[in-house]
């Protein structure tokens, strides 16, 4: 019985993981936010998929995304925008999926998606400011004030590496992790009953 929950599981996890990597196709900017940084809704499938079958399942699911993302899209960062949104997507999930798996009501959930957001946005701004600008800095010969620029063009209030963490970087992950809490407190429900008969058959 245990196998065959297992080989389920782990069929569900790569379903989730492959839909996730689907999502970012549709992708978007979101206005006044840095023109780098795309919105999608990847992450509303990594959480669902969290709190329905552990954290151990979220982690798969992600790293299934990106490996998807890398055989259909390529990469044109050497790897460090994957490695980053690894990153961003574990901050945001794992959080949200330990708190709710003390104790499974809404308000847990509500509590861990809150948590997870927050500190999603505090991580993004070490990410983009250690890893990510210093690499396309050095990959296309640009300068930390050429990105400042392109930042600015969109949001005058973007000045520097601190306000283009305070009023870029931030914000945007807020935006995107916010909007993917509340589908998922109205969503998960519903979506939750059909993955627990699937793993439990």
């Given amino acids: 019985m245990k196998a065959t929950w297992s080989t389920k599981n782990l069929a569900l996890t790569g379903i989730m993981g492959g839909l996730a990597a689907v999502l970012m ?37 992600v790293v299934v995304k990106v490996l998807v993302k890398l055989v259909l899209m390529g990469t044109n960062s050497a790897f460090t925008g994957e490695i980053q949104n690894i990153i961003l997507s574990l901050a945001y999930v794992l959080p949200a999926v330990w708190i709710y798996d003390r104790k499974k009501t809404k308000k847990t959930a509500v509590e861990g998606m809150a948590v997870g957001t ?31 620029a392109m930042c600015q063009a969109v949001n005058p209030a973007i000045n520097g590496p601190l306000t283009f963490a305070l009023f870029g970087v ?9 909007a993917v809490s509340i589908v998922t407190y109205f969503a998960y429900k519903k979506i939750s009953v059909h993955i627990k008969h699937f793993v439990s058959r």
């Fill in 25 to 61: 196709f549709f992708r978007f900017p979101l206005p006044f936010m840095p023109p780098f940084m795309d919105f999608d809704f990847a992450g509303l499938v990594e959480i669902i998929g969290g709190f329905a079958l552990g954290p151990i399942a979220a982690v798969f699911i």
């Fill in 118 to 148: 927050a500190v999603c946005a505090v991580v993004a701004i070490f990410t983009n400011l250690y890893m990510i600008i210093p690499f396309y800095v050095k990959l296309f010969g640009m300068t930390m004030e050429d990105i400042i």
């Fill in 170 to 178: 931030m914000p945007f992950n807020i935006i995107k992790n916010g």
